[in-house]
């Protein structure tokens, strides 16, 4: 058990907020901090602490409140600590996301609401989604509730890992390793990336893998650099994609000229698909620092070689 006062520091883009709810926990032995030179823990967003992480020279553990630590990640920056991210509660707003989206699109709501602005009363045929086949590439939490809540609309679920192995709790009707991803290609209406960003999944939705598709709609709320743009604009251009829904990117915001924009067949949001809720975030970080604080494991620990 540690017994001694830790000193936590806050780096979010909403500190105001945070403090509220660390006021309102009273958790033990704990005191909030500006002085970065005393900090042993930090709850930070990872793109700010990047930027002064050398700042905290008695840091111990370092809470994440994004799910991605990438920025953590770059060459050059210490990894003397113990880094935790937040899992399990993006599921309800990556599927809310995706299959708005999905619902929209086959249903023509863009179009309907073009044609009123007309005073245009014209039908269009469309399609549900039952049966139709979902590939989701990730089947962490995250992927695994998107499973879950897709299967309420009849969608065919397929879940891609490194193991072809269910999780725990599978919603997946199948499961398939990595290296079997590319024969189902062809018969699949709906591929949604929820991979985080590691040496094994950069530029892996290239040339080769979206010459496999088939009219298919691809969706990437996972990380930007996953995808080979120019091969995703050539699939788009060919049909091999026939819509592609981008949340991340490799560089954000992405530039003025960047082709995204104009592109008819693709939707351009600004990394929103999932946000991190404070409330959320520091649940986790409540919890978390209990276990720390009665000296046991935290949760949610990053392997810095596998950067997740």
């Known amino acids: 058990m540690n017994n001694s006062t830790n000193k936590l520091k806050i780096l979010t883009q909403t500190d105001e907020r945070y403090y509220q709810l660390f006021e309102e926990a009273s958790l033990p032995d704990l005191q909030l901090t500006d002085n970065s030179a005393e900090a042993d823990i930090v709850l930070a967003a990872p793109p700010v602490l990047a930027q002064c992480l050398d700042e905290f020279p008695r840091l111990d553990w370092v809470q994440s409140a994004y799910a991605g630590v990438d920025p953590l990640m770059a060459p050059g920056l210490r990894q003397d600590y113990q880094l935790t991210n937040v899992k ?44 139709k086949k979902l590939l989701i590439l990730g089947t962490g939490a995250l992927g695994n509730y998107l499973a879950r809540t897709a299967s309420a609309f009849n969608l065919h679920t397929i879940g891609v890992n490194r193991t072809g192995i269910p999780p725990k709790d599978s919603a997946f009707n199948e499961v398939v390793h990595t290296e079997q991803m590319q024969s189902h290609l062809s018969e699949t209406d709906i591929v949604v990336s929820a991979l985080p960003a590691t040496p094994q999944t950069k530029g892996m939705f290239n040339a080769a893998f979206f010459a496999a598709c088939q009219n298919t709609l691809f969706f990437n709320v996972g990380r930007g650099n996953s995808v080979d743009t120019p091969a995703l604009l050539d699939a788009l251009e060919q049909g091999k994609v026939e819509h592609a829904f981008l949340d991340v990117f490799i560089n954000e915001p992405i530039s003025q000229q960047c082709p995204y924009w104009h592109n008819p067949k693709v939707t351009v949001t600004p990394h929103i698909a999932a946000y991190s809720f404070p409330e959320q975030v520091f649940e986790i970080f409540k919890d978390n620092y209990l276990r720390w604080h009665d000296g046991f494991q935290l949760q949610y620990v990053v392997d810095f070689d596998k950067g997740y």
């Not at 599927?95 to 709501?109: D, K, M, P, S, T």
């Not at 863009?110 to 245009?120: I, L, S």
């Open 88 to 131: 399990g509660i993006f599921g309800q707003q990556i599927a809310e996301y995706v299959l708005g989206y999905l619902i929209q699109h086959f249903r023509h709501f863009n179009t309907y609401r073009e044609q009123q602005q007309n005073k245009h009363w014209k039908p269009h045929f469309y399609q549900t989604l039952a049966d």
